[in-house]
């Protein structure tokens, strides 16, 4: 209730209209104001609530026009970026923007629903073409879906923006050998461990295939460093 006054006092202040979502959740529209604008208002209006009433309250942005949205699509958006300022901790606020569109699309992609994923990721390049984690992530959608070239491409791109980015160079390999080409995958999964020798999806993949290619001896030494990894992760856990 105290939120409520205060938010209905903070909207007729700044020419804004408002409404209850859910329970706990408002929503409130600012013709006149930019994403920008609204950033610092909003800061503002946490700022003034912590301290009068000690509630603590998150807030995402969307800004119109942003691509091909329309205004309709605002509140979905702004709901999107609510998710992303949950990875700030309480009492954060984001605006919507490739890292907004990036978590989207993790999120349906944990779901199983890569075609929606793809779609967010395609989009966040839109908005930003040199996001080397969107390029890594969809190029992995693309893997699995089989589409081994358009992987590739991606994986290739977000390889061209951060050569010592270590993922884009595993998931390169692990797209060569799914398209059965095991040697250009050993090759690629070696180059990934002289860039980061603890990661363990890339020592384990590394040590199966050298066994599988008869290497017995060169993959038992990457299968153990990933025992050794994996087990540091459960004892940080």
Not at 20 to 29: E, Q, R, T
Not at 90 to 95: D, N, V
Not at 195 to 212: K, P
């Amino acid at each position: 209730q105290k939120a409520a006054t205060f938010f209905d006092a903070f909207c007729k202040k700044n020419k804004g209209s408002w409404g209850l979502i859910n329970s706990g959740l408002f929503g409130a529209f600012f013709d006149d104001k930019n994403a920008s604008q609204c950033l610092k208002l909003v800061k503002k209006f946490q700022d003034k609530l912590k301290k009068q009433t000690d509630i603590t309250v998150s807030a995402g942005i969307a800004e119109y026009p942003t691509l091909h949205y329309q205004p309709a699509d605002m509140l979905t958006n702004a709901l999107k970026a609510l998710d992303h300022a949950a990875f700030f901790g309480t009492g954060s606020t984001a605006i919507f923007d490739t890292v907004t569109l990036n978590i989207s699309g993790d999120r349906l992609f944990d779901k199983g629903d890569i075609k929606g994923s793809i779609s967010e990721f395609q989009l966040a390049l839109k908005l930003d073409p040199a996001n080397i984690n969107v390029h890594n992530s969809l190029g992995v959608c693309y893997g699995l879906m089989g589409k081994y070239e358009k992987a590739t491409e991606e994986f290739y791109s977000a390889i061209k923006l951060k050569s010592k980015a270590v993922m884009p160079w595993y998931n390169l390999g692990f797209t060569n050998m799914l398209a059965g080409d095991r040697l250009k995958a050993l090759d690629l999964f070696l180059k990934a461990n002289t860039i980061d020798q603890n990661v363990f999806e890339v020592a384990f993949q590394t040590g199966r295939l050298l066994v599988e290619m008869d290497q017995p001896e060169s993959g038992k030494k990457f299968l153990e460093h990933a025992a050794e990894l994996l087990a540091l992760a459960f004892l940080l856990r």
